[in-house]
């Protein structure tokens, strides 16, 4: 399989690679890159695990071609902390209790950014139709959307 | 979170130090940043992918395999069949001498449900592995296969399973684990009413958000570390020793992470063969379910069948429980047995009742081998108990809570397995469910305790 040459921007740092043509963006983040952040539950668009931030754009990376991610900037839940703050969100998972296994809190993380990023007071209806796509097994959405509920009232007192 | 401690106020200890307060997870910060390392994080130089070719037949004899093509694949470096295992047939819970040991790690001579693993094939990538078993023809002559437990176990019916001769599990009480206990046929003839219903449910898959399996590094000095998502590490261990005949010492398993289980990573499948493809080619060894896979094959809750027949008065008293529970194991034990068993323990319900008789079967058919999952062997006969329970409420006219309360086990009550009852709150807690569902219980029922002083 011919190899193609990628450039995209990663969590604010420039990668570069070549990979054979039809590998996943969820496959080269994994194997390639070694940002395991984004994990594989299905491989076919229907779990949400693997979801990244693709300029902007909430996206299945295990959907997404590598090489068409040329030039793009790509956000995972691994870049997410700055300085070792945990983002408002992480820390919402994280009281509110929101993972159990933690297998699609990675995607349900991203899910949730791209939602607050666009509308920063969401109603519950708002986080229940974002969070859609994403599927956990063990958590129970409750605290997940409480979660994501609590860390944008963080955000809107952080603005104020 | 709000303690009731007007329960059992003259008993209880309150010096605890843990339970009720909140903690944290120390799992959750890993979760959060994507830091968590789940075992197919591990990425090794040289990784090769395998993958199973499966049986698409539910019960046939295979009178040969041909690897030939597979082997000339590209990218394709070891094919692995039934020769290549040192101990092909196992059992996970020999481990707690429960026998005999009746499942192939590749299918040697026959398979027996449909999926079932025939040959493992090693390539450089996952798809020149997917290719390549494709590749594999193997020869079947179709027998004719039996997928219902009552069929199963007619006399005459095609035979499952050879390893138990018979197509239901043989337990030291006999063809069946038994509850006795009063007199059931004397329960009966009391009774002012009696109703017997059977319930059925099918098999359920656990669906884990993360696919069951394994990677596998060589360690050099003909040692081997496997990560794992396995839910049961030392059951892994000593069955990988035992089918590789490999001393646990040579095995260094790392888990603890898994990405949702529910019991359905309890079965030892994926690493021992995993290992010996690692120990057969020097290299890593990726095994990983797909997502079809792990529909498909993966053990499933068992089906159930339970028959119940209740003797009950008027004044809403069980006076006798007869129940015959069936557990569909599939082809193989796995945990099917001990699930059948605790199905036989647990059918009196958390009620007192003077006159039992209880028979469970594990039973053999060419279906998915089922095994463990969230109390399996009792969850089903929770739903089946509680809607016969509701039924005998209905039958009798008394408010099916009400009609628990009068039956619910209290200290001291003898329980059918000849255990005394002890430390019971199920008065209690059904108080509390009576006040949080606004379900009001008549003042009587409120006025009880399952605490009996001197009992
Ligand atoms: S792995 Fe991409 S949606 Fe499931
Ligand atoms: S926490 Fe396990 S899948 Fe969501």
């Known amino acids: 399989?011919?190899?193609?040459?990628?450039?995209?921007?990663?969590?604010?740092?420039?990668?570069?690679?070549?990979?054979?043509?039809?590998?996943?963006?969820?496959?080269?983040?994994?194997?390639?890159?070694?940002?395991?952040?984004?994990?594989?539950?299905?491989?076919?668009?229907?779990?949400?695990?693997?979801?990244?931030?693709?300029?902007?754009?909430?996206?299945?990376?295990?959907l997404t071609l590598a090489e068409t991610c040329n030039g793009a900037d790509i956000k995972t839940t691994a870049g997410l902390a700055e300085g070792g703050v945990l983002h408002p969100l992480q820390r919402a998972f994280l009281d509110a209790f929101a993972t159990q296994c933690g297998f699609c809190t990675p995607g349900m993380i991203m899910a949730a950014k791209v939602l607050l990023d666009r509308t920063p007071n969401p109603s519950r209806d708002d986080v229940v139709e974002a969070l859609s796509g994403n599927i956990c097994r063990c958590?129970?959405?409750?605290?997940?959307?409480?979660?994501v509920l609590v860390a944008a009232r963080a955000n809107s007192q952080n603005a104020a | 979170m709000e303690l009731r401690k007007d329960y059992f106020a003259d008993v209880r200890k309150d010096g605890l130090n843990e339970i009720g307060q909140p903690r944290p997870?120390?799992?959750?910060?890993?979760?959060?940043?994507?830091?968590?390392?789940?075992?197919?994080?591990?990425?090794?130089?040289?990784?090769?992918?395998?993958?199973?070719?499966?049986?698409?037949?539910?019960?046939?004899?295979?009178?040969?395999?041909?690897?030939?093509?597979?082997?000339?694949?590209?990218?394709?470096?070891?094919?692995?069949?039934?020769?290549?295992?040192?101990?092909?047939?196992?059992?996970?819970?020999?481990?707690?001498?429960?026998?005999?040991?009746?499942?192939?790690?590749?299918?040697?001579?026959k398979v027996r449900w449909k999926g079932e693993a025939v040959v493992a094939v090693l390539a450089e990538t996952e798809r020149a592995a997917q290719e390549a078993a494709a590749k594999v023809k193997v020869d079947y002559e179709v027998l004719p296969a039996v997928f219902d437990m009552e069929e199963a176990l007619k006399p005459g019916a095609p035979l499952v399973n050879e390893y138990h001769g018979q197509n239901y599990y043989l337990y030291d009480s006999g063809e069946c684990r038994k509850v006795r206990f009063g007199d059931v046929e004397a329960g009966f003839a009391q009774a002012d009413h009696i109703l017997e219903q059977s319930y059925q449910s099918s098999p359920i898959e656990h669906a884990p958000t993360e696919t069951t399996g394994c990677v596998v590094a060589p360690e050099g000095n003909d040692r081997f570390t496997c990560y794992t998502n396995t839910q049961a590490m030392f059951f892994t261990l000593d069955n990988a020793s035992i089918i590789l005949q490999m001393p646990g010492s040579k095995l260094h398993f790392v888990g603890g992470t898994v990405g949702g289980g529910f019991g359905?990573?309890?079965?030892?499948?994926?690493?021992?063969?995993?290992?010996?493809?690692?120990?057969?080619?020097?290299?890593?060894?990726?095994?990983?379910?797909?997502?079809?896979?792990?529909?498909?094959?993966?053990?499933?809750?068992?089906?159930?069948?339970?028959?119940?027949?209740?003797?009950?008065?008027?004044?809403?008293?069980?006076?006798?429980?007869k129940v015959t529970g069936y557990t569909d194991a599939g082809a193989y034990s796995r945990h099917s047995p001990y699930g059948a068993q605790k199905g036989a323990a647990h059918y009196p319900g958390p009620y007192t009742i003077p006159n039992v008789w209880i028979d469970t079967y594990c039973v053999y058919t060419n279906r998915t081998p089922s095994s463990a999952m969230r109390g399996f062997g009792v969850t089903i006969s929770d739903f089946a108990l509680e809607v016969q329970m509701d039924k005998l409420?209905?039958?009798?006219?008394?408010?099916?809570?009400?009609?628990?309360?009068?039956?619910?086990?209290?200290?001291?009550?003898?329980?059918?397995?000849?255990?005394?009852?002890?430390?019971?709150?199920?008065?209690?807690?059904?108080?509390?469910?009576?006040?949080?569902?606004?379900?009001?219980?008549?003042?009587?029922?409120?006025?009880?305790s399952s605490y009996r002083k001197g009992a």
């Not at chain 1, 958590?139 to 979660?147: K, L």
């Not at chain 2, 994507?34 to 009178?63: E, I």
């Open chain 2, 25 to 109: 997870r120390l799992d959750s910060p890993g979760h959060v940043t994507g830091k968590t390392a789940y075992f197919a994080d591990r990425n090794f130089p040289g990784m090769l992918h395998l993958k199973m070719v499966r049986s698409p037949h539910h019960h046939a004899r295979v009178r040969s395999i041909d690897t030939s093509e597979a082997e000339k694949h590209p990218g394709v470096v070891r094919v692995l069949t039934a020769k290549d295992v040192p101990h092909n047939v196992y059992t996970i819970l020999i481990l707690i001498q429960v026998g005999p040991e009746d499942e192939t790690v590749l299918a040697d001579g």
């Open chain 1, 139 to 147: 958590t129970g959405y409750e605290p997940i959307i409480q979660a």
């Open chain 1, 1 to 62: 399989m011919a190899k193609v040459p990628v450039q995209f921007t990663l969590n604010g740092s420039e990668k570069a690679e070549f990979i054979e043509s039809g590998t996943t963006l969820l496959h080269a983040l994994r194997d390639k890159i070694g940002d395991t952040s984004p994990k594989g539950g299905c491989h076919q668009g229907t779990c949400g695990a693997c979801s990244v931030i693709i300029d902007g754009e909430l996206r299945l990376s295990c």
């Open chain 2, 264 to 321: 359905g990573k309890v079965d030892v499948i994926v690493e021992p063969i995993a290992i010996l493809g690692a120990k057969l080619t020097g290299r890593p060894v990726s095994f990983v379910y797909s997502r079809e896979e792990e529909m498909q094959i993966s053990s499933p809750r068992a089906a159930e069948k339970i028959v119940i027949k209740d003797g009950v008065m008027k004044d809403g008293r069980i006076v006798a429980r």
């Open chain 2, 393 to 448: 409420a209905r039958l009798i006219g008394m408010d099916p809570l009400e009609f628990r309360f009068i039956n619910a086990y209290r200290d001291g009550d003898m329980k059918a397995h000849r255990q005394p009852t002890e430390g019971a709150a199920l008065i209690e807690c059904m108080q509390e469910a009576s006040r949080a569902a606004n379900w009001p219980v008549a003042e009587k029922y409120m006025a009880m």
